[in-house]
């Protein structure tokens, strides 16, 4: 089982740049494909960005190709999403996601354990 947990969010304006991590538990972190979603108010989780289990591979959503930058450091249990170029529609709670499969799945379904997320707010 993994544990995540997410830090990083805040209150940015726009164009400007915020970097989250989540950290995970155990010592099969490098076994587990990684995600980010996201999730406004009144709307429904949005996927943001996958990374394969090496850090080799990575996919992002069409809404945030170019800006952000999923990352991952296996030897510190720890994904990254480096945001750049923050827009107001940005803002929701982000949440990373650990699943046991390799692919860079960009539905909830590929995951199998999520955060608690986190809160990023981009004023204008």
């Known amino acids: 089982q993994v544990q995540l947990v997410e830090s990083g969010g805040g209150l940015v304006q726009a164009g400007g740049s915020l970097r989250l991590s989540c950290a995970a538990s155990?010592?099969?972190?490098?076994?587990?494909?990684m995600g980010w979603f996201r999730q406004a108010p009144g709307k429904e989780r949005e996927f943001v960005a996958a990374i394969s289990r090496s850090g080799g591979s990575a996919y992002y959503a069409d809404s945030v190709k170019g800006r952000f930058t999923i990352s991952r450091d296996n030897a510190k249990n720890t994904v990254y999403l480096q945001m750049n170029s923050l827009k107001p529609e940005d803002t929701a709670v982000y949440s990373c996601?650990?699943?046991?499969?390799?692919?860079?799945?960009?539905?909830?379904?590929?995951?199998?354990?999520w955060g608690q997320g986190t809160q990023v707010t981009v004023s204008s």
């Open positions: 996601a650990a699943g046991t499969s390799n692919v860079l799945g960009s539905t909830p379904n590929w995951y199998d354990y």
């Open positions: 155990g010592r099969t972190f490098s076994t587990y494909g």
